[in-house]
T-cell receptor, first 112, second 115 residues
Framework: SQQGEEDPQALSIQEGENATMNCSYK?????LQWYRQNSGRGLVHLIL?????REKHSGRLRVTLDTSKKSSSLLITASRAADTASYFC????????????FGTGTQLKVEL | DADVTQTPRNRITKTGKRIMLECSQT?????MYWYRQDPGLGLRLIYYSFDVKDINKGEISDGYSVSRQAQAKFSLSLESAIPNQTALYFC??????????????FGSGTRLTVV
């Protein structure tokens, strides 16, 4: 069963706008990670946030984590056409040796 | 060369055939994983290995087997392929603790079609 579910499933915005994707999960976690996938290619790790952290930044990316609500959000600021991709959240549960369980993904399209 | 290499990139096979997907890595990671991706279902874990002598089933291991030939090599076999195993397959690696901040490193995937 899927641990994480992303919302929305698809998002279309104009270049320069901000994109926000949300992830909800079911069980307690050690950390939550976000990955990007360009069409049909391998996933690329973007950012990791630990369960004791609330917010993290990396370049144009901002990730928040609310463990009380079991949810996370990924914000991409000043989006570019090159940001067009699918974005997945993945959670690591400590009991499983920190192996990852992935959500179903958000397809982001950034139009010129 | 890519850090994680999967072969073949694409494969079409017939129902009932045995097929092996191969994965090799130059990251020096102990941990390796096989995932399957289907549209709308995200990635699902098939098998994983935390070191050469360790093999574990994931959530969808039925119909699959694996072999960890060396630290750098982890292969996935479909003993008797069936059409619902048509999917995109990914190999990934990680170091001891993915919480260290580096996450998983993925291969480029193998697109398998069973006809």
């Amino acid at each position: 069963s899927q641990q994480g579910e992303e919302d929305p499933q698809a998002l279309s915005i104009q270049e320069g706008e901000n994109a926000t994707m949300n992830c909800s999960y079911k069980t307690s976690i050690n950390n939550l990670q976000w990955y990007r996938q360009n069409s049909g290619r391998g996933l690329v790790h973007l950012i990791l946030i630990r369960s004791n952290e609330r917010e993290k930044h990396s370049g144009r990316l901002r990730v928040t984590l609310d463990t009380s609500k079991k949810s996370s959000s990924l914000l991409i600021t000043a989006s570019r056409a090159a940001d067009t991709a699918s974005y997945f959240c993945a959670t690591a549960q400590g009991g499983g040796g920190n192996k990852l369980t992935f959500g179903t993904g958000t397809q982001l399209k950034v139009e010129l | 060369d890519a850090d994680v290499t999967q072969t073949p990139r694409n494969r079409i096979t017939k129902t009932g055939k045995r097929i092996m997907l191969e994965c090799s890595q130059t990251k020096g990671h102990d941990r390796m994983y096989w995932y399957r991706q289907d549209p709308g279902l995200g990635l699902r874990l098939i098998y994983y290995s935390f070191d050469v002598k360790d093999i574990n089933k994931g959530e969808i291991s039925d119909g699959y087997s694996v072999s960890r030939q060396a630290q750098a090599k982890f292969s996935l076999s479909l003993e008797s392929a069936i059409p619902n195993q048509t999917a995109l397959y990914f190999c990934a690696t990680s170091d001891f603790d993915s919480a260290g901040g580096r996450g998983y490193t993925f291969g480029s995937g193998t697109r398998l079609t069973v006809v």
